[in-house]
């Protein structure tokens, strides 16, 4: 299968500026070497905690923030891919329309004054593609596609439940139909009934339109169900990655044990002793000497305060940073 | 377990009355939290969980009003009090909050001020209900709570404003202002909604370790099952304002009845789930509380609705066993032919 993206040392440095002249005295390394590829009509997720850049990612990879290092190959058809990072604005236009993207909160990403018909036309619009009737046409289309009435199109978002708008953002990322979505926290400000309902739609379509979605998330389960691999980040970094059943059953870095083991698991039966991490999430303009994750892991050893771990294969297709991946022996979910 | 709970709700009922009319955000609710166990309160946007604990406290914003039922709370040497017939500005129920029952809000940082250091937040509420102990009393009994909490350096924190908390230690902050008056209830609303997993983990593992030591009856309020499981002796589950199911957590999660309760067990991914698998799904949306159903809140929904009957009247929550209440004409007994297709 061919890569549609691949993502090699991606960095996105924030400057932090003190003073009356504005000096320089420090960056935000909110992503800091990130690598990651998405094969063709599969899903990646990346998962972490609140601060770790996962959105960060995601907005470089669609360039609504521009990398301050790092090469984003995309490859939206079978030709030659272009490097998003060093797109100019003319050449990001016509990259665009492959990439799209499904945002958190279906109330603040659909425009009150528009129509429902005109905002699945916007991409459609801009972009020059086809004539009012025939754009109409794509418009009913795609209301079908994600199981709304084609009476809905002269309704405005205000009369939408959470579930139904998200179905309406859902359609319009897929109006100029994109290679690659990417879908930031697209169920979290659901309702549980609803969430079902969005998770089967999303996966639903992409069976059906062949797409490969980069999933942005912090709930565990639901990425359980969405994906064929994951990553997980900490602090800017990627701190391991595997397919979806082997990361969760049999976990290599300390830190993703602790994250399914925060996770509640809706068993009273299975109210078992967690892992509590200390602290907090380091700060990533101040990141901690050596693994930035060893102040609250208790494998953690001298070696840890000071080198920085590589990225290095534990297993095919598995990924592990942490100087002790091979000796230890954590808990997946499964055991 | 003692044989008298320490706050008994009966048919408690809530409504908003607005232009467009009338919502009945609590309807009927009956529940009992007994002494040093928690209280689940469970189910998804709209369904009157918060407000149920709103009126309980009687702090309903307009154009919120209590009208009907009876909530027992049962104090130590003193007669039974029924709050629901309490002025809610009056001297009694003042008393009430904070000493017998607090509460903890959902989003620490609107709920905290931002003009105030932690510290003066704190010694505010003991000052307010204690005005006799003292400036420097005061200070010296935030201290400990900041520590009781899991605070660290709370010499330092003490000091701080809000903006300089993370979200975990916000919420321990709130927990600490919760705890200053030595309360016996402590209803937590959604108290780790807008944590991170791992320090929604530190949060309910504090609120388990701080009920062991005091003693403390909590009523937790979430959406979310997970935490239900981890931390509830009981559960209600809430559909639109009115309580489907109450039950020891077991039995909910292990032999739920309301058809309500089973499709939401079903709908929840979980971690233990198989990869790329599809959820089973609860059919149409949460219906706006101005168009309420007729009958069955949940009728439309339901793929067990007995036609003519669940459409027309609501049932009732009735008891099936000592320990368990469904409202559901499923297990009702004049639908005997309905319960032998139960599965």
Known sequence: MSNVLEVEQLKKHFPIRRGFLRRLVGAVKAVDGVDLTIKRGETLSLVGESGCGKTTVSRCIVRALKPTSGVIRFRPSDGPHTDVARLDRRGLAATRQHMQMIFQDPFSSLNPRMMVGDIIA????????????SRRARVEELLDLVKLPKAYLNRFPHAFSGGQRQR?????????????????????????????????????????LGLSYLFVAHDLSVVKHMSDRVAVMYVGRIVEEAPTDELFNTPRHPYTEALLSAV???????????????????????????????????????QCRVDVPVAQMIAPNHKVACHHAATLRLTGVAS | MSATPLLSVRDLETCFIQDEGVVHAVDKASFDLWPGKTLGIVGESGCGKSVTTRSILQILERPGKLAG???????DGQPPVDIAK????GREMRNIRGKQIALIFQEPMTSLSVHYTVGN????????????????????????????VGIPQPERRIDEYPFQLSGGLRQRVMIAMALSCNPRIL??????????????????????????????????????????????DDVAVMYLGRIVERGPVEQIF???????????????????????????????????????PKGCPFHPRCASMIKGRCDVETPALAAIDSATAVSCFLYQPSTVPALGTRP
């Open chain 1, 264 to 302: 509640p698991k809706p068993d009273p039966r299975r109210r078992t002793e967690r892992i509590i991490l200390k602290g907090e999430v380091a700060d990533p303009a101040n990141a901690p000497s050596g693994c930035s994750f060893h102040p609250r892991c208790r494998y953690a050893t001298e």
């Open chain 1, 168 to 208: 309406i953002g859902i359609a319009r990322a897929l109006a100029l139909n994109p290679t690659l979505v990417v879908a930031d926290e697209p169920v979290s400000a659901l309702d549980v009934s609803v969430q079902a309902q969005i998770v089967n739609l999303m996966l639903e379509l992409q069976e059906r």
């Open chain 1, 122 to 133: 916007e991409p459609l619009l801009v972009n020059g593609v086809g004539t009012a009737s």
């Open chain 2, 187 to 232: 209803i937590a609303d959604e108290p780790t909604t807008a944590l991170d997993v791992t320090t929604q983990a530190q949060v309910l593992d504090l609120l388990r370790s701080l009920q062991r030591q005091h003693g403390l009856s909590l009523i937790l309020i979430t959406h979310d099952m997970g935490v239900i499981a981890e931390m509830a």
């Open chain 2, 121 to 148: 937040q704190i010694s505010e509420a003991i000052l307010v209900h204690d005005p006799k102990s003292g400036k420097k009393a005061a200070r010296e009994r935030t201290l400990a709570l900041l520590r009781l």
């Open chain 2, 69 to 75: 039922g009876e909530i027992w709370l049962n104090r």
């Open chain 2, 254 to 292: 292990h032999a739920p009845k309301h058809p309500y309760t089973r499709a939401l067990l079903r709908s929840i991914p979980s971690v233990m789930a198989k990869p790329r698998s599809k959820l089973e799904t609860i059919e149409g949306s949460i219906p706006h509380p101005y168009n309420r």
């Open chain 2, 86 to 89: 309490l002025d809610p500005t």
